[in-house]
Nanobody, 118 residues
Framework: QVQLVESGGGLVQAGGSLRLSCAAS????????MGWFRQAPGKEREFVAA????????SYADSVKGRFAISKDNAKNTVYLQMNSLKPEDTAVYYC???????????WGQGTQVTVSS
């Protein structure tokens, strides 16, 4: 099993920044891909960003490109999501997830709340 624990959420004013962390433990995934998703009240969970094990492949949702940055520290088994220029529409519960190459996202954290006030 893989355990994922997110941290770093909170309340911030529009235009501010937050950095989310996701610490992974348990079974090591081969060629894993780590992703961030979010779910706002009344909406479906949506993809935010993902990064490959090597860090060479990174992808973002159009809505966060240029504002968010995903990174990872393999030595610490931790993935980060730096969120800048936050907007009220970024308010959501943010989830960390992991999958192995060729498979769907299987492992999920408990989520961390991000609230952006206008």
């Amino acid at each position: 099993q893989v355990q994922l624990v997110e941290s770093g959420g909170g309340l911030v004013q529009a235009g501010g920044s937050l950095r989310l962390s996701c610490a992974a433990s348990g079974r090591t995934l081969s060629n894993n891909i780590m992703g961030w998703f979010r779910q706002a009240p009344g909406k479906e969970r949506e993809f935010v960003a993902a990064i490959s094990w090597s860090g060479a492949s990174i992808s973002y949702a159009d809505s966060v490109k240029g504002r968010f940055a995903i990174s990872k520290d393999n030595a610490k088994n931790t993935v980060y999501l730096q969120m800048n220029s936050l907007k009220p529409e970024d308010t959501a519960v943010y989830y960390c997830s992991a999958r192995e190459s060729g498979e769907g996202y299987k492992y999920w954290g408990q989520g961390t709340q991000v609230t952006v006030s206008s």
